[in-house]
């Protein structure tokens, strides 16, 4: 997990309700992503950015938004449009330049729709 | 875009024995092929990855082959541990400055005691 945090590590939410998940990176990264992974599947992208106050779409971005309005913090919001909500989240991190653009994995927010 | 498949999605091997995992892409682009261990309710770790312009590399029990002419990329763990046990995924991506990983399904390891 190296200096990738992620908060809460369980989260409840009422349909209907928008709730924003955090993660918080000190590994002086410029790039950061969100993935979601559904039991039995793989990682898929939602969100990456690559520099502050810039960000792009991934695979599965409608019913989500995001914010980079620091280096160090991607926060993702879970809008009541996204169907399907529940799910574990994953952030990640990795630096931006040639060879060296590893992504490191923060711990995870698993966040269940009640 | 970049499709990643991966095999088994489940393989049970006996403490000591050799694990092979093997995933396949399909975009002829793609230049790095990262492998993560992901234990249960926690995030992924990177265990190993590979470059296009090596076909091998290997650290301590762990390695990675690439075939580019083919499009696949292959784990092989040798002396398989319980704390092995895990779900390892493949991935692929094609770079750029920001890379957008294309990830497999997962396979469950499990080494039996």
């Known amino acids: 997990d190296g200096g990738i945090t992620q908060s809460p590590k369980y989260l409840f939410r009422k349909e209907g309700q928008n709730v924003t998940l955090s993660c918080e990176q000190n590994l002086n990264h410029d790039a950061m992503y969100w993935y979601r992974q559904d039991p039995g599947q793989g990682l898929r992208l939602i969100y990456y950015s690559q520099i502050v106050n810039d960000f792009q779409k991934g695979d599965i971005a409608e019913g989500y938004s995001v914010s980079r309005e620091k280096k160090e913090s991607f926060p993702l919001t879970v809008t009541s449009a996204q169907k399907n909500p529940t799910a574990f989240y994953l952030c990640?991190?990795?630096?931006?330049?040639?060879?060296?653009?590893?992504?490191?994995f923060g711990p995870g927010t698993r966040l269940t729709v009640l | 875009g970049e499709n990643v498949e991966q095999h088994p999605s489940t393989l049970s091997v006996q403490e000591g024995d050799s694990a092979v995992i093997k995933c396949t892409y399909s975009?002829?682009?793609?230049?790095?092929f990262p492998w993560y261990k992901q234990e249960l309710g926690k995030g992924p770790q990177l265990i190993i990855d590979i470059r296009s312009n090596v076909g091998e590399k290997k650290d301590q029990r762990i390695a990675v082959t690439l075939n580019k002419t083919a499009k696949h990329f292959s784990l092989h763990i040798t002396e398989t541990q319980p704390e092995d046990s895990a779900v390892y995924f493949c991935a692929a991506s094609w770079g750029g400055s920001a890379r957008q990983l294309t990830f497999g399904s997962g396979t469950q390891l499990t080494v039996l005691p």
């Open positions: 990640a991190s990795s630096k931006v330049s040639g060879g060296t653009d590893t992504q490191y």
């Open positions: 975009d002829s682009a793609s230049n790095y």
